[in-house]
């Protein structure tokens, strides 16, 4: 890849969404940054801040705002796609309903989708999974596979890819998931020397899933 | 620990933190208040969203916004501070400097300063951990040690206790601690179930450190 094109990142960002499943990746692309030019744009329904914290959980319940950069209708062009999970995929907020149109609409155009933990559902609801392999959260795997039967759901993997578009298991996947996107983008180097700064030994074999044995999958 | 009494859990960030020295740890305990009242206050210098990105790496770097609760001086009683790390660290921010500031005067009121990679260099500067074991990153622990040689650094480890102060090593070392944390204040079948529903396969032992051998610690 071009060291002087930059490639253009978006996440797509809803109430409830699970921190992890963002800030892995996104941890990752941001030390990627400091030697690979990207763009990153963090999108949501509105401008206002976007909380991790679901009204479907506990009334206890905490979580951090994040702040978007654009709304999907101002969102610029992307090449990569990141769609986080988390209990809000569940609700029915506009900005679900939003992520789920724009997976739609932007699809055609990307050169990756990557969806973390129940992400996958969201994209899955999109149509864009129908007749492809894809992966998902193991504690609500079946609830991902009644949500769209037609998507060819792989129950033991850590992540899963088909074509460009890689989907991730839950939550701290997406972590080993954009290191081995990163080792097959930009090379095993990069991703090698990311993940040791990052001090994280990645989980290499995509078919590792001992979380696929806990929920008896 | 009275499940009716909430732990109130404090974050200090500054310009150029790791965002997932943050989160690692931040969505832990976002899913620990599912089931255990926490409060959480999100602080800063000023309530202006405070950047992941740094001005010292890669003019190309990119970060994420994320929004304080609580400035410093409005800061409600804690009984956690956690402190992450990052190249911001290095820079005499307000933030960073108040950060320090911070950890020097509520010290002596937390149950537990938890800190992350770098982040234990601002509690040493705060001079919280002179003659206590602590740990932080690998790659730069020779900067470490200089700028506080009163700590006893241990080179290695995934994360230190000494007291009621938790050091973790770089970056994903934050949710082996957060993990053990958790174990050890909400008890062991607790952090399993959080473990699980992250799909994370902790290091539960905390020695265990293959990045020491990596920078040759």
């Given at each position: 890849?071009?060291?002087?094109?930059?490639?253009?990142?978006?996440?797509?960002?809803?109430?409830?969404?699970?921190?992890?499943?963002?800030?892995?990746?996104?941890?990752?692309?941001?030390?990627?940054?400091?030697?690979?030019?990207?763009?990153?744009?963090?999108?949501?329904?509105?401008?206002?801040?976007?909380?991790?914290?679901?009204?479907?959980?506990?009334p206890?319940?905490?979580?951090?705002?994040i702040?978007?950069?654009?709304?999907?209708?101002?969102?610029p062009?992307?090449?990569?796609?990141?769609?986080?999970?988390?209990?809000?995929?569940?609700?029915?907020?506009?900005?679900v309903?939003?992520?789920?149109?724009?997976?739609q609409?932007?699809?055609?155009?990307?050169k990756?989708?990557?969806?973390?933990?129940?992400?996958?559902?969201?994209?899955?609801?999109?149509?864009?999974?129908?007749?492809?392999?894809?992966?998902?959260?193991?504690?609500?795997?079946?609830?991902?596979?009644?949500?769209?039967?037609?998507?060819?759901?792989?129950?033991?993997?850590?992540?899963?890819?088909?074509?460009?578009?890689?989907?991730?298991?839950?939550?701290?996947a997406g972590?080993d998931?954009?290191?081995?996107?990163?080792?097959?983008?930009?090379?095993?180097?990069?991703?090698?020397?990311?993940?040791?700064?990052?001090?994280?030994?990645?989980?290499?074999d995509?078919?590792h899933?001992?979380?696929?044995d806990?929920?008896?999958?």
């Amino acid at each position: 890849m071009a060291e002087s094109t930059p490639l253009r990142v978006g996440i797509a960002l809803f109430p409830g969404f699970q921190a992890l499943d963002a800030f892995g990746p996104l941890d990752c692309l941001n030390v990627l940054s400091t030697t690979h030019p990207l763009t990153l744009s963090v999108l949501s329904s509105t401008l206002d801040p976007v909380t991790s914290k679901t009204s479907m959980t506990s009334p206890h319940a905490i979580g951090q705002q994040i702040v978007p950069t654009h709304t999907f209708a101002t969102a610029p062009p992307l090449d990569v796609l990141l769609v986080p999970g988390g209990v809000g995929t569940r609700e029915s907020s506009p900005a679900v309903l939003d992520t789920i149109a724009f997976i739609q609409k932007t699809y055609p155009s990307l050169k990756y989708l990557i969806t973390v933990c129940t992400g996958s559902g969201l994209a899955a609801l999109a149509g864009v999974l129908d007749g492809r392999k894809a992966t998902s959260n193991k504690m609500v795997f079946h609830e991902m596979k009644a949500l769209r039967p037609q998507v060819d759901w792989v129950p033991r993997a850590r992540w899963v890819t088909d074509g460009n578009i890689w989907t991730a298991s839950g939550v701290t996947a997406g972590i080993d998931l954009t290191l081995a996107w990163v080792a097959e983008v930009y090379g095993k180097d990069r991703a090698t020397a990311i993940a040791n700064e990052i001090e994280h030994t990645p989980h290499s074999d995509a078919s590792h899933d001992p979380f696929a044995d806990l929920y008896g999958l």
